[in-house]
């Protein structure tokens, strides 16, 4: 690689990070938010400037990376630090990617589409301005799958041991991808039936002569076995420490994926991402779902034809699909996510990367590449401005449109009142279970009493002790089944006190602020 092409490399990185940066920035002062950069906002405070016992906050909070991402970006600014971290990772990403094309293939054209596709794809943009962990998913799963395709090449262990960290990083961006290692069995008995030394070239006889051979029998049993353990044991060695960490620190193995405290999806599964009416055409049900895929994707299908030739190539390729349809049968009642399908997009430009340089009829492919980005470019608008995910079409309303219906009026609202408070007053009783949309707007995380610390549970139980404010959920709020603070708990501290002085402070549709008196 040249000298001056790496350099004029880490510019266009910069000038995208700069880019995405201006973009995330206005899209957040017109009012563009969703549950999972105020999830990390808040929890960043209680880390930075939070009272009491932290450490359950800062070691299971999940997705844990994508949170430490956006927290190392709120020394700069709290409420801006998830869209920071998404536009720099998002940039860095197209590094990655940029320095992998750049080192297979001196032609500038597949640059230009790779910088094409990162300044105008929408599903780029909404994963760079967004502020939500998408990109970190981005990375760890090109990463993974390029270091597989590296093994291919090679067949050296070093490059599947490598791959396997980044599996690693990869579920602990997003857990759900846990269920990619199911469909990589066949692809593992493809590897290992390709690395021995047979004079059979075709995969169908070569696995009829292993099984009938009982010396080439133990030894694809034993590749199959060692290749599958390289990958996979250090990811389930992983989880398995994780979830004894949970069950340690709080009572529970699978804390992290199922406590509206650890984890933003509980609520934005239950509101944003569950099934209701789909505004794009095709249904999100089991099959189609794959062919939703490629419609969103059609490099895919370029990508997939370019490794015709390659049996175990192919069955890598078609692994994201299994992973879709698994989830779409395992959380049936939940939307997938763009994210998902953003999955794709990177698999085609990883292969496009790899194999380009093989095509002989490179004027005939630029052409079908050209035409396949511009398809591409309109369908990421349409996917996104049809979408059926509230936080994902807001947020092309307000790209394209420059209007928004903001989902947190109501919470800026309410944490505004309270940043007008005096500090030093009585604290606030907050359940940041479904308050987290308005702590994370509270400059002063001190002012507020919240699960983690030691105090709260007293709190709730004698809060003739307290002397301080409660935030109570009104019947209007969507999250009120998750909370015990509502009304319903008001009654029953009244009806065991009756000496308790309880009146109303600040009200909204979803939200009342009261003050306790003994």
């Not at 409420?79 to 293939?105: C, D, E, H």
């Not at 054209?109 to 790779?114: A, C, E, N, S, V």
């Not at 034809?305 to 692994?319: D, G, V, W």
Request: proline residues 3%.
């Amino acid at each position: 690689m040249k000298r001056s092409k790496a350099f004029y490399l880490i510019l266009i990185t910069l000038l995208l990070a700069v880019y995405y940066i201006i973009i995330g920035v206005f899209l957040n002062k017109l009012g563009y938010t969703n549950h999972e950069s105020l999830f990390y906002i808040e929890k960043g405070k209680i880390v930075s400037h939070g009272l009491g016992n932290k450490l359950r906050v800062m070691g299971l909070t999940s997705p844990i990376l994508p949170f430490y991402g956006s927290y190392v970006f709120s020394f700069l600014d709290s409420l801006l630090a998830p869209i920071l971290a998404s536009a720099v990772g998002t940039a860095v990403l197209f590094y990655i990617m940029a320095t992998s094309l750049i080192k297979r293939n001196k032609d500038n054209f597949y640059l230009l589409i790779l910088v094409i596709l990162f300044a105008l794809h929408p599903g780029l943009i909404y994963t760079a301005c967004s502020g939500k962990g998408t990109y970190m998913v981005l990375i760890f799963f090109f990463l993974f799958f390029l270091n597989m395709l590296r093994f291919y090449n090679s067949n050296t262990t070093y490059h599947i041991s490598v791959a396997s960290i980044f599996f690693v990083l990869l579920v602990f961006s997003d857990y759900k991808c846990i269920w990619l290692s199911l469909f990589f069995i066949p692809l593992v008995l493809s590897i290992s039936l390709h690395s021995l030394n047979l004079s059979e070239k075709e995969s169908v006889f070569r696995l009829h002569m292993s099984f009938n051979n009982p010396s080439l029998r133990r030894k694809l049993i034993n590749k199959t076995f060692s290749i599958y353990s390289i990958i996979f044991i250090l990811p389930i060695a992983s989880i398995a420490i994780y979830k004894v960490l949970n069950l340690t620190h709080a009572d529970d193995l699978n804390y992290f994926l199922d406590s509206p405290y650890a984890t933003w999806n509980i609520i934005a599964e239950k509101f944003e991402y569950s099934l209701t009416s789909t505004k794009f055409d095709i249904p999100e049900i089991s099959v189609l779902v794959s062919l939703k895929a490629i419609i969103f994707c059609p490099m895919i299908v370029l990508a997939i034809y370019l490794f015709k030739q390659n049996t175990y190539q192919i069955l890598t390729l078609l692994t994201p699909f299994g992973l879709i349809e698994f989830l779409k049968i395992k959380y049936d009642r939940v939307n997938l996510v763009y994210e998902y399908y953003l999955l794709f997009l990177v698999l085609a430009l990883l292969c496009i990367i790899f194999r380009a340089r093989f095509v002989k009829n490179q004027r005939m492919l630029k052409a079908a590449l050209a035409i396949v980005v511009a398809v591409q470019l309109y369908i990421g608008f349409v996917f996104l401005n049809k979408s059926y995910i509230p936080e994902e079409y807001n947020f092309a309303n307000t790209l394209f449109d420059r209007t928004t219906n903001r989902v947190d009026e109501q919470n800026h609202e309410l944490a505004n009142y309270i940043n007008t408070m005096k500090e030093g007053e009585d604290p606030i009783l907050v359940d940041d279970a479904v308050a987290y949309t308005v702590a994370c707007y509270v400059k002063n995380i001190k002012q507020l009493t919240m699960p983690y610390q030691d105090n709260y549970l007293r709190a709730v139980e004698a809060p003739e002790k307290y002397n301080g404010y409660v935030l109570i959920a009104n019947e209007a709020n969507p999250m009120l089944g998750y909370t015990q603070l509502t009304d319903f708990y008001l009654d029953n501290i009244k009806r065991k006190n009756p000496r308790l002085y309880v009146y109303k402070i600040y009200v909204t549709d979803y939200w009342t602020l009261y003050r306790f008196l003994d």
